[in-house]
């Protein structure tokens, strides 16, 4: 039976990732929705069992190994400058200003912190989406993008790995896994094995680890139920949103970029998505923050997400010359 459930998971949560791009959603938005409306939330038809959760661990792992021999170091070389400068930016704004929202709205102090790393990554491949449907892929918008990206999520996942080390305990050691994953796929770009790895792992995260992975985490998302919890969710986002976009383009100011690229690659920056599940899930695992906790930042992930593309496309449409 167990099995069985996963299988609905499974394709309830592919189909609902592809409408989600037919609307013009991110697949990620449609797979989480597929959790919520199948688990406790709603039709509460699949419960998240140990099973669940390790073929979820399993696909954290492979979604960060598949990152990382999707990375491209050459590229990021050729804009380290201005990609390192838009990264650190883009990382310490909302490090430093999503935690004391958190705080201020009643959050442990703990929660804040852990918050400030959430928000401080970066979803590629949805800006990875959006810079292909706008031809913008080839272009040195592009490479900056990705490259800025790229290091964002290292130093997220760096920060991550140290948060849950430190404060995790034993099961922080959890952390580690995604980052040494991310690393190995990085290094094992270079040889004649990454495309047959790439391949196997894109295929097999596609179609089996990755919709279990994204789905498990609506099976136990709490919908906010009170005015409070909306509120913040909203304040939340908005800050998301700004922090990143501001951060990043500073960061792009600073390297001589002029205003209207540096919006544009801001807005490239804003979406949160798989990446910023992915710590919330280690998060969870490592015992940093509870279930209940994470919703309000698995929903603003959401928002971001959904809120992300609408921003970029208009932006990255009038950038003439990258």
Do not use: C
């Amino acid at each position: 039976m167990s099995f069985l459930l996963i299988i609905v998971l499974i394709i309830i949560t592919i189909l609902l990732g592809k409408l989600a791009v037919k609307l013009g959603f991110s697949e990620v938005v449609g797979q989480l929705l597929a959790g919520v409306i199948l688990g406790t939330s709603l039709l509460n038809w699949v419960q998240s069992t140990a099973l669940i959760h390790l073929l979820a661990e399993i696909g954290i792992a492979m979604l960060m190994f598949h990152s990382g021999l999707s990375s491209d170091l050459k590229v990021m070389k050729q804009h380290i400058k201005a990609s390192s400068a838009i990264a650190v930016f883009g990382v310490v704004v909302p490090v430093l200003v999503m935690p004391l929202a958190f705080v201020l709205l009643g959050y442990d102090l703990r929660v804040a912190l852990f918050a400030g790393v959430v928000f401080a990554a970066t979803s590629i491949s949805i800006t990875l989406a959006v810079l292909a449907e706008q031809r913008k892929l080839a272009t040195s918008l592009g490479a900056i993008i990705l490259s800025a990206a790229i290091l964002d999520d290292v130093i997220a996942l760096i920060a991550m790995t140290v948060f849950s080390v430190v404060l995790g305990g034993q099961l922080g050691l959890g952390g580690l896994v995604p980052l040494v994953a991310f690393t190995a796929g990085l290094f094992i770009k270079k040889y004649t094995l990454a495309d047959y790895l790439g391949k196997g792992t894109s295929m097999a995260g596609k179609w089996f680890f990755y919709p279990i992975f994204f789905g498990s985490i609506g099976l136990t998302l709490t919908l906010p139920s009170t005015s409070d919890k909306i509120v913040a969710i909203i304040i939340f986002s908005i800050l998301a949103i700004l922090t990143k976009l501001i951060g990043s383009f500073l960061g792009a100011k600073l390297s001589g970029l002029s205003s209207s690229v540096a919006t544009a690659i801001g807005a490239g920056m804003v979406s949160r998505g798989e990446m910023a599940l992915v710590i919330i899930q280690i998060g969870i695992s490592s015992g940093i923050v509870s279930q209940n906790l994470s919703s309000e930042m698995i929903v603003t992930v959401m928002i971001t997400t959904i809120v992300a593309p609408l921003i970029m496309k208009p932006l990255f449409k009038n950038i003439k010359k990258p």
